[in-house]
């Protein structure tokens, strides 16, 4: 197949290049999912850059476990029994400027990971404030980073991927006509059309009956006149 008849034929793509750029469904969700990924990621480093301000910069206090509040997670499935019970610890402390303040953890666990009346670092600040372990300071942060690390990892694989795997030619069919990047002349495969049927036509073309050979691909196909004339000059091609 000469450079002239790949450029016009509608079958004959090239696969090299991003392969989710020719499919509108996978390039949304490529899209979605790598805006995801950064999404989540640096909010995982916003939160961990809070809190590494809070341990540079904040107070501390020594606070007292007064409560807990229990938060009922459902399952997916919303079945009862894969419910699962956390326990928030409510802490109260007393700050330098004398008042009694009283806060929530914002990491829960089962079983409870203090109990009441326990001695916590309480570390604060006009903006926030928290318990000081790695829980409360890096957990939320980890994870988000974690989540969103693996979501830019994995499209960044799916790039690499489609940019870097061994050019081939991608085949499409319409109906069964195949073009072939390897082959100097391009094959002629229609399911309506038999060898004995392909050889009435090419007598029809070798004696220059062209509008016979369209009629008679019409009449015995079913095809519309267009079609129909697009497989005899196909097929008058091989000749």
């Given at each position: 197949m000469n450079r002239h008849e790949k450029s016009q034929s509608p079958v004959f793509k090239q696969r090299r290049g991003f392969f989710?750029?020719?499919?509108?469904?996978i390039f949304f969700l490529f899209v979605i999912f790598t805006l995801l990924g950064s999404v989540l990621f640096f909010w995982g480093v916003k939160e961990g850059l809070s809190s590494l301000h809070l341990l540079r910069s904040a107070q501390k206090a020594e606070g007292k476990v007064v409560?807990?509040?229990e938060s009922l997670s459902e399952s997916?499935?919303?079945d009862p029994q894969k419910e699962t019970l956390s326990?928030?610890?409510?802490v109260e402390f007393v700050s330098d400027h004398g008042g009694v303040q009283k806060f929530e953890?914002?990491?829960?666990?089962?079983?409870?990971a203090y109990s009441v009346g326990e001695k916590v670092v309480v570390l604060y600040s006009s903006?926030?404030?928290?318990?000081k372990n790695w829980e409360e300071l890096w957990l939320r942060s980890t994870a988000l980073m974690g989540v969103g690390f693996v979501l830019l990892l994995g499209m960044g694989g799916v790039y690499w991927f489609s940019r870097n795997r061994p050019a081939s030619a991608l085949f499409i069919q319409?109906?069964?006509l195949t073009f072939r990047q390897t082959s100097e002349t391009p094959s002629f495969q229609y399911p309506e059309m038999n060898e004995a049927f392909k050889k009435e036509l090419e007598v029809l073309l070798r004696r220059g009956d062209k509008i016979e050979a369209i009629r008679r691909v019409k009449e015995k196909t079913g095809?519309?006149?267009?079609?129909?004339?697009?497989?005899?000059e196909e097929l008058e091609k091989r000749l």
């Open positions: 989710v750029q020719k499919t509108p469904m409560g807990f509040r997916p499935d919303r326990y928030f610890p409510k953890g914002q990491t829960g666990s089962n079983p409870p903006a926030q404030v928290k318990i319409e109906p069964s095809l519309d006149l267009k079609t129909s004339k697009e497989r005899v």
